[in-house]
């Protein structure tokens, strides 16, 4: 019988056999978790198995970086001194001219000279430092953060440096939080462009090193510490916890601390900062960042309080203030009868200009200035209380200009061309009266040196001068003569800009001068020197001999002057003039050591003078008003002087005058920037108790103060009124030889011409 086979299985297709052999997808995920895991192991190992860097290694680094932060930003405000190939200079001298030889120079000093600027210097980058590492407790994050903003602040002051001569100061940084950072890359000069390009590469380099050794590091914080609730409760961790605040809180204090007293007269940061060598330039920003350090001269600037709100200060207030001297401008100017804007205003700062035979042993067999003293006799002058002695140039300027004084801000107010006007938009100044009335030719300013002392010329912009002219201005000032061996541009020259910007416009104008000649230092500059024959002083020669010099500059400055006014006269056009002296010099080394002369040695001479052409030509305000002064006055004086109708702020400034006829910040001894407490001068010159004062002077000064406030520190509501605005006469200018010459001889009923006649003539 026949059995039927079993069917045999067919083989399975090569294909079918290659699909059979693969892994499922669940045993593909599988495999791969496990090569995951196997990995994750081997990371997590050798992540585990990372070095702690150590502390030692943090410090080397901490205390190379910071170095180098102070060498750069030494670098972005030196530059080279260049010799030509056949001077006759030796090698080492060359050698130190350049980038390498300065800041090897800035770091040697310390045990050379034994200036410790470098240190002190270091010591202020680092605790810059300190604050971002204990904010971050993140080291190598803290280093790439603080390393890149040391090198654009570097390379961004280099820029400015190179631009305009001067250093970053805090006020710059208002273009970053105005939002005008675009307007800050606009000023990277075209080549400067390979500078960027390589510092951004370095910088990159720098902070993927810094990352990278951040990641590689295995410590956890500088101060190890933990925020995950089930760690942050332990003790250990909240020990840490409290001392890493605590390291941010005191680092951070410090240096608050430091900012905020390094520019307060006699505190402990400027004691300190002096001991390690620290010697303060507020003259100028960048020869202060040079031999002082940039970051002391920035960290300086940096802490500008102006002043403590006075008691009732509100818009209310300011409002009521506005309202009661625009009554007292009304009542003033009913017996006006010419306007500011009339006359062309020359006002002159003098530099160092004081009659030296007012001070104590000091005395000629000539008079070193006889033709200033009989203008003054003939005209409205006096003595004018400075809060400088020897320096402090700017801050009597600065009086002058606004009518504002310095005796008001707080005492580390101590150079308010650098702390206060470069954070203002727009401060007030008087040369907008012309401005206002004549468009932009209204105002014109002239400084015979650098325009980067004290910041002038972007001081003088945000005043409102159509242009600030100086050696290095451009155009440049055209008249630059000097006088024998003098290293400054003469009186006489400046005088000559003067006249030539009188020349040249067909209207009145508002003219600043500040001039050079007779700044310190006072060497043997001139070819002949009669007052070495004519000293009488019982003084050491040593004294003799600098006193003696500056009076014959001051000699050339009393001839200078009398001829411009005599060339003024010839200008068939009203000028006026205010002439004063900014401060003393500091060569009266027997006077200064008596406690006795510090008012002596803090007041200089002034005078308001008006040509033939102006209707107050031979005017005289009452000596009783005018004998002691304060430069914040010069205007109101002048006014009065020229008769002219005044704003309410002009308004304030006169009858303030009439009861505190000197303001000033003096300190108890010869102070060169007037350290100290507010003083106070009456008509004859005493000092004035300020617990003694009138019920109406206590209101004005108060008044006063409120003013100030509002226009430096406070909210600006007068901005608002018209306190600044000044009221226009309707009476037409006298010119001078409109003006009869006796009484009987008026021909006029205008009971306003028989007043302001009687006033100035009789």
Not at 52 to 64: D, G, N, R
Not at 267 to 282: N, T, V
Request: hydrophobic share 40%; net charge negative; proline share 4%.
């Amino acid at each position: 019988m026949d059995v039927e086979a079993a069917p045999q299985a067919e083989s399975p297709t090569p294909t079918e056999q290659i699909e059979q052999s693969q892994p499922t997808a669940r045993e593909r995920l599988a495999a791969a978790v496990q090569v995951l895991n196997h990995i994750g192991r081997g990371i997590r190992t050798v992540w585990g198995k990372r070095p702690k860097l150590s502390y030692a290694l943090y410090a080397i680094v901490f205390i190379v970086v910071t170095a180098a932060a102070v060498l750069f930003l030494q670098w972005s405000v030196y530059n080279p001194i260049e010799y030509a190939d056949d001077a006759q200079v030796d090698n080492t001298t060359r050698i130190m001219g350049t980038m390498a030889g300065q800041l090897t120079k800035f770091v040697s000093q310390m045990w050379l000279e034994n200036q410790w600027q470098f240190l002190l210097n270091f010591l202020a980058v680092g605790l810059m430092y300190l604050v971002v590492v204990t904010f971050l407790n993140r080291f190598w994050v803290a280093t790439a953060i603080f390393g890149t903003v040391m090198v654009v602040f570097s390379i961004a002051n280099r820029f400015k440096y190179l631009l305009r001569n001067e250093p970053i100061i805090p006020a710059d940084l208002s273009f970053i939080s105005s939002g005008n950072t675009g307007e800050i890359v606009s000023f990277i000069p075209e080549d400067g462009e390979d500078l960027v390009n390589a510092a951004i590469v370095g910088l990159t380099y720098f902070v993927v090193i810094c990352l990278a050794l951040q990641f590689l590091d295995r410590r956890n914080g500088l101060i190890p510490c933990h925020w995950r609730p089930s760690r942050f409760l332990r003790v250990t961790n909240i020990i840490a916890v409290l001392a890493r605040i605590a390291a941010f809180v005191a680092t951070a204090s410090l240096l608050v601390s430091f900012t905020w007293n390094l520019n307060v007269p006699n505190s402990w940061a400027q004691q300190w900062a002096r001991e390690l060598g620290d010697s303060s330039q507020p003259w100028n920003a960048m020869a202060d960042a040079q031999s002082n350090g940039t970051a002391i001269n920035f960290l300086r600037l940096a802490h500008a309080k102006t002043m403590e709100q006075p008691k009732g200060y509100s818009e209310e207030t300011m409002q009521a203030v506005a309202k009661r001297y625009a009554a007292a401008a009304d009542d003033i100017n009913a017996t006006r009868t010419a306007n500011l804007t009339d006359s062309t205003v020359v006002m002159i700062l003098s530099e160092s200009f004081s009659d030296p035979t007012r001070i104590p042993d000091v005395a000629f067999s000539v008079d070193p200035m006889p033709n200033i003293r009989a203008i003054k006799d003939a005209t409205t002058s006096g003595l004018m209380l400075s809060p400088g002695y020897g320096g402090g140039t700017a801050n009597i300027e600065y009086q002058a200009l606004t009518g504002l004084n310095m005796a008001n801000f707080d005492e580390s107010m101590l150079s308010v061309y650098q702390q206060l006007v470069p954070s203002q938009e727009e401060p007030y100044s008087f040369n907008r009266i012309w401005s206002e009335q004549y468009g932009e030719s209204g105002s014109v300013a002239f400084h015979p040196y650098y325009k980067n002392m004290y910041l002038r010329d972007h001081n003088y912009d945000r005043f409102g001068f159509s242009e600030l002219l100086t050696l290095d201005s451009d155009p440049a000032i055209e008249h630059q003569d000097h006088i024998d061996a003098s290293p400054y541009v003469s009186d006489a020259a400046s005088y000559a800009n003067v006249l030539d910007a009188v020349n040249s416009q067909d209207h009145p104008q508002f003219i600043q001068l500040v001039t050079m000649q007779n700044h310190s230092g006072y060497g043997d500059y001139y070819a002949t020197n009669e007052f070495r024959e004519a000293d009488l002083s019982p003084l050491n020669d040593n004294e003799r001999w600098q006193i003696e010099n500056y009076t014959k500059g001051l000699n050339l400055t009393d001839q200078a002057t009398a001829d411009f006014l005599n060339t003024l006269n010839t200008i068939d056009k009203p000028v006026t003039v205010i002439f004063y002296g900014d401060h003393l010099p500091s060569i009266y080394t027997t006077a200064n050591a008596d406690m006795d002369n510090t008012l002596t040695l803090h007041e200089t001479d002034y005078f308001i003078w008006s040509n033939q052409a102006s209707a107050s030509a031979g005017g005289k305000v009452s000596g009783e008003h005018t004998a002691f002064s304060s430069s914040n006055y010069c205007m109101s004086l002048a006014a009065e002087h020229m008769n002219a109708t005044v704003s309410p702020y002009l308004a304030l400034l006169t009858e303030l005058q009439r009861e505190i006829p000197s303001i000033s910040r003096v300190g108890s001894a010869a102070a060169g920037w007037g350290e100290g407490d507010a003083t106070y001068l009456d008509e004859n010159g005493d000092i004035i108790d300020p617990e003694t004062l009138s019920e109406r002077a206590d209101q004005l000064l108060h008044d006063y103060q409120l003013v100030q406030y509002d226009m430096t520190a406070g909210d600006g509501y007068l901005y608002q009124t018209e306190f600044f605005d000044v009221e226009e006469s309707d009476h037409v200018p006298l010119m001078r030889d409109q003006v009869p010459q006796t009484y009987e001889a008026m021909q006029t009923d205008d009971p306003y011409v028989d007043m302001w006649y009687q006033e100035y003539w009789y």
